[in-house]
Every structure is written in structure tokens, then in C-alpha cells.
């Protein structure tokens, strides 16, 4: 049978439970904050998390034309305890057969309808990150996040189309807020990182993911997190020279 490691199923696995892994950091920040992007349920975040992990494996079972699974099965092909699988499924309700297993599709379905249950509504500013993030996340984020406009202020960039969205002059972003409805952003421009910001603050954004270098000044009740690429990669040669 065709196994994945955890880090071939997802990336973060190796690292998820690690409370100084980035990813960790992420998502226990969020867990702690209100609002229409985490609203409460009674699947544990950790649970949550999780289930991207099992879409993942259940795609790579259908593939292979497996129809029904047990959650050893599916365990192995995650690289964790089938104790955990039950426990993470036994939170949304009845989904096996003991003695028999899990059907494929319909555990899918209601792994589907748990994460799209609570959707969230975000803008992307930084064209050039969404172009390389497309093949890499974006796909991935359909269940519970909708982009719902990208833009940028670069001229070189603004009206190209990438991937589903055409790229939209940063001049558009107030009148795209005033509606209301965009829960967060996520602010990839370091040019006007701080500008940006005070855009989408004025407009009540509550929530920035920034990948940018800049330090942001914003009010205590916005969330940002700062998604710190060159502060990981020094942080893995630093574990690599120290494990060699």
C-alpha cells in the first residue's frame, strides 16, 4: 500500500505539537480570539487542525479506489495513533461501523461540512505573494477562507489576473470595506505595509496576517500575527548545526 509520512500529508505535522513551532503559536492565538472567523464549537482546535490532515490521506484512499477504511488505516497513512483518529471523529459524531470501518465519502462530507461551517471572509493585499502562494496554499484554504478581492499598488501588477482574481489598485480597498463582511487580510506589500494597515483598521478589519518585514502599529483590539519566513529559516540552521 502506498504510504505518505506526516510531513508528505502535511508540512506542520512534525511540528504542530511543538509549542514553539510557529504554526502552534498561530493557532492558539486564534483560538483565544472572537469574532466571525473563530466562532466557538465544540470540535477542539487541535481537533480542527487535524482534519486537513485526514482530507489529505482520504483523497490519496480514493485514488486507490478504497471505498472503506479502518482508522489504523488512516493513522498510518498521517504518521499518529488511531486512538487519536477516533478520539478527533468521535467530536462529530457516528461516522464508522465497528468491525467494519469508515466509509470514504461520506467522511469526507462531514469532515467538508465542519470546516466550511465557519467561514471567513479575507482580502490580499500583494500580488506577487498571492502569484507564488497559489500552488501552495490557496487551493488548500476553499473550505473556510474566501479571498474575496486582491490587490496591489504596484502598476506592473494591478489588472493581471492570478489565479481567480484580478489584481485591483490598493485605492479600491476602502470602498471594498465599507460594505463590511471582510473578516481579515492578509497584508503581503512591504512598500505600504503601514499604510495598508491603517486602511484596513479605519475600515474594521479585526484581523492582519502580515508577512511583511514591518512592525505594525495597530489598536489593541486588532490581532496581528506576523508570519516571520527568514526568523524560521535562521531558526532551522540554528537546529540543524545544533543536531550535527
Not at 29 to 37: A, I, R, T, Y
Not at 99 to 111: A, E, F, K, P, W
Request: contains cysteine; proline residues 5%.
Amino acid at each position: 500500500m502506498l504510504r505518505k509520512t506526516a510531513e508528505n500529508v502535511c508540512p506542520l505535522r512534525a511540528g504542530i505539537e511543538d509549542k514553539k513551532h510557529w504554526a502552534w503559536r498561530i493557532a492558539q492565538h486564534l483560538e483565544s480570539k472572537g469574532g466571525p472567523c473563530h466562532a466557538r464549537h465544540t470540535v477542539p482546535l487541535k481537533s480542527i487542525m487535524r482534519m486537513r490532515w485526514y482530507l489529505t490521506a482520504l483523497e490519496g484512499f480514493q485514488e486507490q479506489g478504497m471505498d472503506v477504511i479502518s482508522s489504523r488505516e488512516l493513522a498510518d497513512r498521517i504518521g499518529m495513533s488511531s486512538a487519536i483518529v477516533r478520539k478527533d471523529f468521535s467530536y462529530i459524531g457516528e461516522l464508522g461501523t465497528p468491525g467494519l470501518g469508515y466509509r470514504v465519502s461520506y467522511l469526507q462530507q462531514r469532515i467538508h461540512d465542519i470546516l466550511s461551517s465557519n467561514t471567513c471572509l479575507i482580502v490580499w493585499v500583494g500580488a506577487q505573494w498571492l502569484s507564488n502562494a497559489l500552488s501552495m496554499f490557496v487551493p488548500t484554504m476553499d473550505l473556510n477562507i474566501r479571498i474575496v478581492a486582491a490587490l496591489d499598488t504596484r502598476p506592473e501588477w494591478i489588472g493581471k489576473q492570478i489565479g481567480e482574481w484580478e489584481i485591483l489598485p490598493l485605492s479600491d480597498l476602502p470602498a471594498l470595506l465599507a460594505g463590511g463582511g471582510v473578516d481579515g487580510a492578509v497584508l503581503a506589500l512591504p512598500e505600504d505595509a503601514r499604510r495598508v494597515a491603517d486602511i484596513l483598521v479605519e475600515a474594521g478589519v479585526k484581523g492582519i496576517l502580515n508577512l511583511t518585514p514591518a512592525t505594525l502599529s495597530v489598536p489593541p483590539e486588532v490581532s496581528v500575527r506576523h508570519v516571520d519566513l527568514l526568523g524560521e529559516m535562521m531558526a532551522l540552521v540554528l537546529e540543524c548545526s545544533e543536531a550535527g
